[in-house]
T-cell receptor, first 112, second 112 residues
Framework: LAKTTQPISMDSYEGQEVNITCSHN???????ITWYQQFPSQGPRFIIQ???TKVTNEVASLFIPADRKSSTLSLPRVSLSDTAVYYC?????????????FGDGTTLTVKP | NAGVTQTPKFQVLKTGQSMTLQCAQD?????MSWYRQDPGMGLRLIHY???????DQGEVPNGYNVSRSTTEDFPLRLLSAAPSQTSVYFC???????????FGPGTRLTVL
């Protein structure tokens, strides 16, 4: 199982860029890195996924170094509505993929 | 598309009772999974399925059974409910294992 480690919590202010780092030292060759966002009383929602280098979409960027043992989710110019729990998930299309697990996530609090 | 639907939204059971949590998706996804989320914790994988007729255990399978007779449905059965199974249960689906997962709204279960 690819185990992930994230900071338990982070604080930020509106308009700032937020970077959340996830460590996954035993990531397998076939594993992808996926980030989810979860609001209270809701299921997680997909944010972004990557395999290596950098991926960007309309809401976030994902930076993955060459060794792939960590990844950083970057949220540009956060707002109050970005207050949520963010999960890093590592898994892929192999026999262990179905057992990729969520860690405890990072609680991001955005302040006015 | 309705996406991933779960029923019921809330359920209270007595210790020893059995019940089935329903999950259905209308996106023709091959991969489906069940997670439980305890208060303040991340999601833990209970069981998953990579296609109709194929299921496997996740991180915390004890006390739960699943079956996948159709692509659309993936019910979770609690055999003999225990207070330790009090949790929020999320069902998710994805095209295949490595793609983004779509989560249902969750079932909040209390076992007295």
């Amino acid at each position: 199982l690819a185990k992930t480690t994230q900071p338990i919590s982070m604080d930020s202010y509106e308009g700032q860029e937020v970077n959340i780092t996830c460590s996954h030292n035993n990531i397998a060759t076939n594993d992808y890195i996926t980030w989810y966002q979860q609001f209270p009383s809701q299921g997680p929602r997909f944010i972004i996924q990557g395999y290596k280098t950098k991926v960007t979409n309309e809401v976030a960027s994902l930076f993955i170094p060459a060794d792939r043992k960590s990844s950083t989710l970057s949220l540009p110019r956060v707002s109050l509505s970005d207050t949520a729990v963010y999960y890093c998930l590592v898994g892929g299309a192999n026999t262990n993929a179905g057992k990729s697990t969520f860690g405890d996530g990072t609680t991001l609090t955005v302040k006015p | 598309n309705a996406g991933v639907t779960q029923t019921p939204k809330f359920q209270v059971l007595k210790t020893g009772q059995s019940m089935t949590l329903q999950c259905a998706q209308d996106m023709n996804h091959e991969y489906m999974s069940w997670y439980r989320q305890d208060p303040g914790m991340g999601l833990r994988l209970i069981h998953y399925s990579v296609g109709a007729g194929i299921t496997d255990q996740g991180e915390v399978p004890n006390g739960y059974n699943v079956s996948r007779s159709t692509t659309e449905d993936f019910p979770l059965r609690l055999l003999s409910a225990a207070p330790s199974q009090t949790s929020v249960y999320f069902c998710a689906s994805s095209r295949t294992q490595e793609y983004e997962q779509f989560f249902g709204p969750g079932t909040r279960l209390t076992v007295l």
